[in-house]
């Protein structure tokens, strides 16, 4: 990872030290964990970034301070889709005069958007720039880059900070995100650096990103030092967080891309809003299996919402826009159990763009009704659950939302997501019985400028209820196997015996997709077995 350091929160500038591990690192089918990709692939066309403008900001080498540039070649990129920017000057030509080619930004490039295993292949613009550049010329300023780009990879940190340091820090990056509609994927840090997350990842709006290797985090673990949030927001599968970045950078453009598209729905610019992207990809994270949350503390403080998946994020997406059912407003701080709407919403899979407005005198709750079936043979659901909304321009604090869960079936509470100091909430039931539910929005009310920044707050909401399910069915004289690609996470296992069942996937490989199938033929020999879907 490159790493900075802050010199001064009124300038917010930064000196580059460099992390040595240039590894060049490509997911493969082995990591137990993965970005998804291939399944995104096999079940999508034509998304790979087409139309979207990046930016990647890098920082230099301490040796030297003109390393920080992409080679597009090491990318089998077009140089004419370049710009390079630096104290130095600005250029659209490489080899260049202003800087020199760094092997890290040349990693970043190839897993963002490189070819062949970036994710977002066929970006139409990347804008590059050494890092202090940016900073000191953008962030904390009435500058504007030339060009809107739409994500921003900060594969960097700026290392550990004092509290005042890092508000500043994070107040410069939203308010640039907020005022520009920029998203910025931001590095949470690696573990062996510095313990506790580092800004620009502390960011309230970014998406700070942690890493996942053999089985557990490798990167710098929240919540943050300021007022304690939760960070990061999500890891990806890598050795390191200076290239897990990327996936979810390249994740976020092509939900961006199928956003613009049309692919979820007909509101493109709700679909696209830097808030529903983000909503998209925490809430299709896979759960490691010691992921943990509390009602307080809405993501895991080492894994964010889990690790990256983005043919779940794009399910969700495509699953379309769904608005509330209801609005209800209750004095402040009383009790808001489910209301008597009818109806429920049909897609278990989707996302809303909308707004809560609360009054001076009460809070105000949204409601979504669903009704998860009985899926296969009454057996339970697992409910994923996001809210994202972001930190306003020029403000200190945030508006103040939650997430509610309630079963209609005696208005009782299954769980709820209630922080103080995120703008992310985040509910993850692994164990949802059928039946009715009550999804709430809340808002506080009371009066802008005092407990509340605004009466009325934009948000993004994703949801996934899943009920996965596996068949078995004779092919000539063997059988097949055969699950859901979406959602994403689940794994077929087998057993000889159920009376003290030893549950493995040794001997399951080797499956296929087909029309958002896998198809995983069985050995015809093979003795009795039974079989299951397991979560990873």
Known sequence: MKIGRMASPAAIKTAAIFFAFM???????????????????????????????????????????????????AAEKNPSIFTFTSFSGTTNVFP????????????????????????????????????????????GTTNSPPNQDSVVNQSFTFGPLDATNQAAVDSAYDNFSVAN??????????????????????????????????????????????????????????????????????????LLQAALRGDGGNDTNGAADMRTIKALLLNGAVKTPDWTNSQSAPLDVRYGAGVLNLLNAYEQLAGGEHHYLSTTQIPQGRAHPPDNTPGQITALSGWDFNTNSSTAADDTI?????????????????????????????????????????NCAGSNLVLCSTSLVDNVQHIYVPQLPPGRYDLQIWK???????????????????????????????????????????????????????????????????????????????????PAEFFRLSSQ
């Open 181 to 254: 509609q920029t998203l910025f994927i931001s590095a949470a840090n690696n573990l062996g650096n510095n313990p506790v997350v580092c800004a620009p990842g502390t960011s309230y709006d970014c998406i700070s990103v942690g890493a996942y290797a053999n089985g557990t985090y490798v990167n710098s673990i929240g919540p943050t030092s300021d007022n304690g949030r939760c960070k990061p927001d999500i890891t990806a599968a890598s050795p390191e967080t200076s290239f897990s970045t990327p996936l979810v950078s390249g994740a976020a453009t092509i």
């Open 444 to 526: 506080a009310g009371g009066i802008p400028g005092t407990n509340i920044v605004s009466s009325a707050e934009p948000y993004a909401l994703a949801w996934g209820f899943v009920s996965p399910t596996l068949s078995l069915t004779r092919s000539g004289s063997g059988s097949v196997l055969a699950w859901s690609v979406y959602p994403a996470g689940f794994s077929a296992e087998s057993t000889s015996n159920l009376a003290s069942p030893v549950w493995t996937n040794n001997n399951l490989s080797g499956a296929r997709i087909t029309n958002g199938q896998y198809f995983l033929p069985l050995n015809p020999i093979n």
């Open 96 to 139: 260049n005069a202003i800087g020199f080619e760094s092997s890290h930004a040349d990693t970043v490039a190839g897993t963002f958007y490189g070819i062949p295993d970036g994710l977002s292949t066929n970006v139409a613009r990347v804008d590059t720039f050494e890092a202090d550049f940016y900073v000191q010329n953008y962030l």
């Open 366 to 406: 949204n409601h979504y009704y669903f009704r998860p079936g009985n899926g296969a043979s009454g057996s339970p659901w697992a409910a994923t659950i996001t809210l994202v909304w972001n930190r306003q321009l020029n403000q200190t604090n945030i508006n103040n939302l939650s997430l509610f869960l309630y």
């Open 23 to 73: 590894l060049h690192w490509r997911a493969t089918a082995d990591v137990p964990l993965d970005s998804g990709l291939a399944a995104f692939r096999a079940v999508t066309t034509n998304l790979d970034g087409s139309g979207i403008t990046i930016a990647q900001s890098e920082a230099s080498l301490t040796t030297n301070l003109e390393t920080w540039q992409v080679n597009p070649a």
